[in-house]
């Protein structure tokens, strides 16, 4: 399926066959491609590249269409691989982190630095922290190979 042009995000790069790479969804997915192209939010004169998630309802192309500023994309993926690096250790905690200090890092950036933290305002913290680590090792091997092509990409690039 081709991801529309005449939209305000004005893809410049693509990848229309999402669906079928799309983690256990492959294939049965309602998000049919990925884009990186000029931000639908650009003012004249201020041009942003956006990454953009492609929904298709089997009817139309859908409002939960995502799209992100790249900075935005990268500092998730740092936030995934942050996490996982908490999880592989996690289970030295009774509750899968420490509730006495539950910020995990703090990531520089610019200036300043992203704390990544256990969210503990989470009523159902205890329980929930325990599923996302459940769904982060039935997961492993869909995540392991993207972090192993990330990683051998950003090699390939000098980082």
Not at 88 to 96: G, N, S, V
Request: charged share 30%; with cysteine.
């Amino acid at each position: 399926m081709k991801i529309p042009t005449t939209l305000k995000h004005k893809p410049v790069i693509v990848a229309e066959n999402y669906e079928s790479v799309d983690g256990r969804y492959a294939n049965h997915s309602d998000a049919k491609g990925l884009s990186l192209g000029l931000a639908q939010w650009n003012d004249r004169g201020k041009v942003d590249i956006s990454a953009k998630v492609w929904r298709y309802t089997g009817e139309k192309w859908s409002r939960q269409s995502e799209e992100l500023p790249l900075h935005r994309v990268l500092d998730l993926a740092i936030l995934v691989a942050r996490s996982l690096e908490h999880f592989r250790e996690a289970y030295r905690y009774p509750k899968l982190y420490d509730p006495e200090q539950p910020a995990i890092d703090r990531i520089g950036l610019q200036g300043d630095a992203m704390t990544v933290a256990v969210c503990t305002d989470n009523d159902k913290i205890d329980e929930d922290v325990k599923l996302f680590s459940q769904a982060l090792n039935d997961d492993g091997e869909l995540i392991g190979e993207r972090l192993r092509t990330l990683s051998r990409l950003l090699r390939e690039m000098g980082y």
